[in-house]
């Protein structure tokens, strides 16, 4: 009989190693979709930023969205409260709770607040929303397998890295800037008033989404050929650069003109289409990164 190696991990050992790697990949799985319920809430309260500045703009079309919206969140926080009670605390009571008080804040008697202030409380709770997203991104960064069990090649670890930051940074991020317009834009063009805040406000934001767009086609070259790739829209979002790049000519032209002429509703529309894509982008892409994971846990089961 020939006696194990002094080197070589007990069966115990072993065992013990691959059972934290599994807790580890299950851990990550609630993180995605941890991540999937934040994009959810954080594209229905940008929604409501816009249903409810189109409403205190003087367009009653919107009145009728904002309780539809309202029983939406409300039901996304009861989701979000009974995820948050699973093993693994990804979501903290404090954080919930900050969640909880900025929509309260938002929800109650929102129809008594300034146009600013409105557009300010959303803002703040969905700054909330992209930094728990951005948080969930960095701690899935690091690789599943901590040695040199299977790891993957170089290039495989650079695109789960280039999928993560496409995912839960820089296509929330852009969706947010286009969320911003969508809010201003349709109270200027609901109310036909455009004072210099207003103004100034939209001329950054125009300009911000012109440059992150840039960045955001740079990142489509380098993710089109990854694995899974063809889930990513890809194809949509390249196509609706056209769109996105006659939203902000007509925003600049018929909002931040002379004369305020745009119709409310048609903004809204416009921006509307263009951010549900980039959101569903994003949860394209949280499942391509489920699809890595579930094959490198069974490269690591098969492994000799």
């Not at 040695?147 to 969706?175: C, G, I, K, W």
């Not at 305020?260 to 509703?265: G, K, L, P």
């Amino acid at each position: 009989m020939h006696s194990q190696p002094f080197n070589a991990p007990s069966k115990h050992t072993q065992a013990k190693k691959f059972e934290c790697i599994y807790e580890n990949y299950f851990q990550r799985l609630d993180a995605l979709s941890l991540v999937q319920q934040l994009v959810q809430i954080l594209k229905a309260v940008q929604r409501h930023r816009g249903v409810s500045m189109g409403a205190l703009g003087g367009n009653p079309s919107f009145q009728q969205e904002i309780c539809r919206q309202q029983l939406q969140l409300e039901r996304h926080f009861q989701m979000l409260d009974v995820f948050s009670r699973r093993p693994g605390k990804l979501i903290n009571s404090l954080q919930q709770e900050n969640l909880l008080s900025a929509w309260a804040t938002i929800s109650q008697d929102w129809q008594d607040d300034s146009v600013i202030l409105n557009y300010e409380l959303h803002c703040h709770l969905v700054e909330q929303l992209l930094s728990m997203i951005s948080s969930l991104g960095k701690q899935l960064e690091t690789p599943l397998y901590t040695e040199n069990d299977v790891s993957s090649p170089p290039s495989q670890r650079f695109s789960y890295l280039e999928m993560l930051h496409f995912s839960t940074r820089l296509m929330p991020e852009v969706a947010e800037q286009i969320g911003r317009i969508r809010a201003l834009a349709t109270y200027v063009s609901a109310s036909h008033l455009c004072d210099q805040d207003f103004h100034t406000k939209l001329g950054y934001l125009i300009q911000c989404t012109r440059v992150n767009n840039e960045k955001l086609r740079h990142h489509i070259k380098l993710v089109e050929n990854k694995p899974n790739a063809e889930l990513l829209l890809l194809g949509q979002l390249k196509s609706y650069e056209v769109k996105l790049a006659f939203l902000l000519s007509m925003v600049e032209n018929d909002i931040l003109g002379d004369k305020v002429q745009a119709d409310s509703r048609r903004i809204f529309d416009l921006t509307t289409d263009i951010i549900d894509l980039y959101l569903r982008a994003v949860i394209q892409g949280t499942q391509v990164l489920q699809n890595w994971l579930d094959a490198d846990i069974q490269l690591l089961i098969q492994s000799s």
